[in-house]
């Protein structure tokens, strides 16, 4: 196992009102807000925080950093489903690799009408292209492999999660660079 660390940031995001992201570098994190808030008070938005940690390429998956999706109610204007990108950087110490990936959260803004009021983020992908890293002659594929949800023995890695309206739910995001095959294959 080797020291590795990851950093994102927000980047493509529909047009949404109230947009807004930003970026501290100091605390390796990143915000991204959007709609007008109905009772003047919070925006909806998501936050990732990157760890540093443990992990290998081809071994196990490990925590990527922490997602948070704040759920407010809002004003959306025709917006109910989109999607969000995060650039991700892992950079793997032992390898002096350094990847990027592109994760796309597609996000599920409800209405705050009827029974269900939750929004739902689900678990992103790795954009294709960014997919394969090689490192000595080895070929690895990037996998997120969940959002780890619960708590003590009743954690586990799920694709989706629902937030409650007026609050908040984080979320560890595990990934996986899973050896596919030698360089070239």
Known sequence: MGLLTTKAYWTDAPDLPGLKIRRDDNRNRSEIRWGTPVDGSNQSGY??????????????????GVFTHHNYPILLGSFEKFSLTL????????HDLLHECRLVFDHDETPNVGAHWHD???????????????VNGVEYTVTIT???????????KQRTFDTPENDEFSAKIF??????GPSGS
């Open 175 to 180: 990934a996986q660079f899973k050896q596919t």
């Open 47 to 64: 936050d990732f925080e990157g760890l540093g940690t443990s992990g290998e390429l081809g071994g196990d998956d490990f925590p990527l």
């Open 146 to 156: 969940g959002f780890l949800v619960g708590d003590g023995p009743h954690k586990t």
């Open 120 to 134: 739902q983020v689900t678990l992103p992908d790795v954009h294709p292209d960014d997919a394969v890293v090689h």
């Open 87 to 94: 650039q991700l950087q892992v950079y793997f110490q032992a």
